[in-house]
């Protein structure tokens, strides 16, 4: 069956700082590959997808990168981070049949 | 442009009873999929129920079923015999061409 890893679970860090937060998709090839960011109380913004090793889209303009080194792996991540880039991140797979998988989140604090 | 409406920020319903949440959507795609997702506080985004566009059938899911409007652009999920675990933000989710668009969600609350 298909699993999907995201970590860490809760991170915090100082504005400046650099961020990755890391996805795993276990149990299918070429899965697509998504960022999402959530706002309290709000539905999910879509950053990135990935169709493909090094393929990236990227939806909306901002302080954050995404990377796809290899089939399974995506990556999220920043130079240098604002105080408006704390959210909750979500990582996702998809087969339209199925719908999306999501991860567990992560749950960024920009001090 | 594609959209969903969730024109219900919130609601709240007694323990047992059935509630029904909209959703609609714009679009000129005739092949696409639509969703159902929960998120509890726990804020796992769980996938609930989803419709083919094709399909004229509405999905069930146990206690969870949908009535899907093609025309309308209409796609309502009904939660029956409602529990307390039930609690959570429910978004509507419409699918095509490997995007996902977003409703802004509905949260619905049961009362014990």
């Known amino acids: 069956s298909q699993t999907i890893h995201q970590w860490p679970a809760t991170l915090v860090q100082p504005v400046g700082s650099p961020l990755s937060l890391e996805c795993t998709v276990e149990g299918t090839s070429n899965p697509n590959l998504y960022w999402y960011r959530q706002a309290a109380g709000r539905g999910l913004q879509l950053l990135f997808y990935s169709v493909g090793i090094g393929q990236i889209s990227s939806e909306v303009p901002q302080n954050l990168s995404a990377s796809r080194p290899q089939d399974r792996q995506f990556i999220l991540s920043s130079k240098k981070l604002l105080l408006s880039d704390s959210g909750f991140y979500l990582c996702?797979?998809?087969?339209?049949?199925?719908?999306?998988?999501f991860g567990s989140g992560t749950r960024l604090t920009v001090v | 442009a594609q959209t969903v409406t969730q024109s219900q920020p919130e609601m709240s319903v007694q323990e047992a009873e059935t509630v029904t949440l909209s959703c609609t959507y714009d679009?000129?795609?005739?092949?696409?999929?639509l969703f159902w997702y929960k998120q509890p506080p726990s804020r796992q985004m769980i996938l609930v129920i989803r419709?083919?566009?094709?399909k004229q059938q509405n999905a069930t899911e146990n206690r969870f079923s949908v009535n899907f409007q093609k025309a309308a652009k209409s796609f309502s999920l009904k939660i029956s015999d409602s529990q307390l675990g039930d609690t959570a933000m429910y978004f509507c989710a419409f699918y095509s061409n490997y995007q996902l668009i977003w409703g802004a969600g509905t949260k619905l609350i049961i009362k014990p």
């Open positions: 679009t000129s795609e005739n092949n696409y999929y």
């Open positions: 419709q083919e566009a094709y």
């Open positions: 996702a797979w998809s087969g339209p049949a199925y719908g999306y998988t």
